[in-house]
């Protein structure tokens, strides 16, 4: 149907994220190689390693001849996951970006199992999809990753509150963004998110555009004990992947995006339209941190919108607030919807 309408697929650029991991970069390059869905490029980002993941990547390359396919960027120091991420969108093309840490590794229905969701659902800023997770051996060692919050069936994450961390998707090589949403959100300083960078842009799209969570396992994610951050293996039931004492704080992430949002209120409000811009900066802000906002002239000097908007936006940040405050007791949280099971259409994607 698309080539009788002349309409195109949609494109995809996959970045991979590389530094240190000659051991695994090959295999992981090999998954993405191997992919069904063929409109897409991969743009190799390595972060100045210092063992042979370089040269082996170019070894990949050359003799498999995918240079028209695959191409290695280097940076010329090491500047972190964030710095990656930025550095893979600037280049990317197409509609949708997906990245991927150079040790995990993709099925070969990855792609195609993503767009089937972007394309048949309602339009969201990512997908998420579960994981099998393996050891540095690459044998299987559980059969989906804990933090994603599926529960066998396709769901709707809809935007939350962000006074504190809430995980309910995988990790980063299991999700496909829209580049419209990462070239909103992405910040411009990366020093602060050089691991877990994940953290802010997952939280951030979804506060912009929410998320599905796919419960089919699409990938396999690597628990090697030399991972950035997820070091800690498997003992059973649901734990975090590493230790959370050497984890970002959820509040510079929250104030990270509260800057953004502000700097750059131009951008969203003529995307969200000005209200909705409102009403997304006040499931971000402490109340505090909202009056501050109107007394401090930052309404009138980055927001410039009419005061009338004034007093609803106070309003619905303190709501916002005293709602999260007793969630507890009013059983507030999240919003998570099942959605209809999503049909692949082949011929199509």
Known sequence: MLQRREVRAPFVTVVV????????????????????????KCLVVDDCSSDRSVEVIEQFIAERQLGERFLLIRHESNQGQMAGFKTGCERAEGEFVVYVDADDLLLPDFLVGHLAVHLGQMPVAFTSSDQYQINEAGEVIAGRHSDLLARGRYRHVGPHYLYENSWLWATTSSMMFRRATLQMILPDVTE????????????????????????????????????????????????????????????????????????????????????????????????????????????????????QYVLPFLMRSLVNRARWKFRFFLAFGPHIHPIAKVRRNRRIV
């Open 17 to 40: 994220t590389v530094f240190n991991y000659e051991r695994y970069v090959a295999d992981c390059l090999q998954s993405i190689a191997a992919q069904t869905y063929r409109n897409f």
């Open 192 to 307: 602060p998110f050089r691991v877990c960078a994940d953290n802010y842009i997952c939280h951030f799209g979804n506060l912009v555009g929410g998320s599905i969570l796919i419960p089919k396992r699409l990938g396999y994610y690597r628990r090697h004990g030399a991972n950035s951050f997820s070091k800690n293996r498997i003992v059973g039931g649901q734990h975090p992947t590493g230790d959370m004492r050497t984890h970002p704080h959820h509040a510079s992430i929250r104030r990270a995006m509260v800057d953004h949002l502000l700097n750059y209120s131009d951008r969203f409000i003529s995307v969200l339209a000005g209200w909705w811009f409102l009403v997304l900066l006040a499931r971000v802000v402490m109340f505090g941190e909202a009056l501050r906002i109107v007394a401090d002239g930052t309404w009138s000097s980055k927001i410039r919108m009419p005061r």
